[in-house]
């Protein structure tokens, strides 16, 4: 059973959001909030998985909310969503430790998909939000560049090779059949990712990567 908590101060879309997850029988909504602190407080009283969460909100922000979230003992997986697909904080909330963003007005079923999947440890981006996104907030910072590529030139090839593929959105399934190996394999590089470049999930690695100018393409052709 995912546990999820739903952060959002506008109580018609927590009680949406709900309802969308609510006939999921593996999935169990068990607390909303309607600001960071709130959430915070709910956190420390259940043991959650997931929490689903607003960017923009009184008192506390997504932002921060996640960020303290993250340094649970026991951290749940953070979505953040929010109304605007260029929306500087969601980047933010990326940083912060989230492990994917979806706009609000997301089909039902990428919203459940999406519960799933970072309940499983993977990542999850709005594909056409995320890479317009990066394009505004994420270049042209010289002294982040040149962090990231002095970071990703700790990895060996093979784990830049992981690294191209899953800053580009891979799952470890896709990876792994890119370049013909198991997907534990794929597990092991990504955990030794994690460690070299000193982030706490894929997504932050993504940024470093996207940060890096590391592609796919560049991938393939190392």
Not at 95 to 122: C, M, W, Y
């Amino acid at each position: 059973m995912i546990r999820t908590l739903i952060v959002d101060d506008d109580r018609l879309v927590r009680l949406a959001l709900a309802d969308i997850l609510a006939d999921e029988p593996d999935i169990e909504v068990v607390a909303q909030a309607g600001d960071g602190l709130e959430a915070l407080d709910l956190a420390a009283a259940w043991s959650i998985d997931v929490a689903l969460m607003d960017v923009r909100m009184p008192r506390m922000d997504g932002i921060d909310a996640t960020r303290r979230l993250r340094a649970l003992p026991r951290p749940p997986e953070v979505v953040m969503l929010t109304t605007f697909d260029l929306d500087q904080y969601v980047y933010d909330g990326l940083a912060a430790g989230a492990s994917g963003f979806l706009l609000k007005d997301s089909d039902p079923a990428e919203i459940i998909r999406a519960v799933h999947v970072v309940a499983g440890g993977q990542a999850l981006l709005h594909p056409t939000a995320a890479r317009r996104l990066v394009d505004r907030y994420h270049r042209g910072a010289g002294g982040r560049v040149q962090g990231a590529r002095a970071r990703i030139e700790r990895l060996t090839p093979r784990e830049a090779d992981v690294l191209g593929l899953l800053a580009d959105g891979g799952s470890n399934a896709e990876i792994a059949a890119v370049l013909g190996m198991r997907e534990s394999t794929v597990k092991s590089h990504v955990s030794r990712i994690l460690a070299a470049l000193e982030v706490g999930n894929r997504v932050q690695a993504a940024l470093c990567a996207w940060d890096a100018g590391l592609r796919r393409t560049d991938a393939r052709d190392s």
